[in-house]
Nanobody, 121 residues
Framework: QVQLVESGAVTVQAEGSLTISCAPS????????MGWYRQPPGREREPVVD???????DFADAVKGRFSCSRDNAKNTISLQMNSLKPEDAGVYYC???????????????WGQGTPVTVSS
């Protein structure tokens, strides 16, 4: 089995920047789409970005122009760079990856444990 391991909880002031990352804990055969969702306090989980293996990224309107995303296909890692953070960006950020394992090449979506992001005003 493989797990997605995210970086730890972070706190940043409004208008600040931070980067969070995610990587699989074990061997993988292939990784297609990766991305991030977030869940603000008291709200449903919402998509933030999806990035394909060609590194083309599709961002939610709420973060376009402020967030960027990159992946390292050699290490199968993904990073989310967040700039000009607003209080409404606070929440738990979950990474995901569509992974095929060496012993089972069927693609399956795996999720990280969540990274709490606090934005202080």
């Amino acid at each position: 089995q493989v797990q997605l391991v995210e970086s730890g909880a972070v706190t940043v002031q409004a208008e600040g920047s931070l980067t969070i990352s995610c990587a699989p804990s074990g061997p993988v055969y292939a990784v297609t789409h990766m991305g991030w969702y977030r869940q603000p306090p008291g709200r449903e989980r919402e998509p933030v970005v999806d990035i394909g293996s060609d590194e083309s990224a599709d961002f939610a309107d709420a973060v376009k122009g402020r967030f960027s995303c990159s992946r390292d296909n050699a290490k199968n890692t993904i990073s989310l760079q967040m700039n000009s953070l607003k209080p409404e960006d606070a929440g738990v950020y979950y990474c995901y990856a569509d992974i095929a394992l060496p012993w089972n090449t069927e693609l399956k979506r795996y999720w990280g444990q969540g990274t709490p992001v606090t934005v202080s005003s």
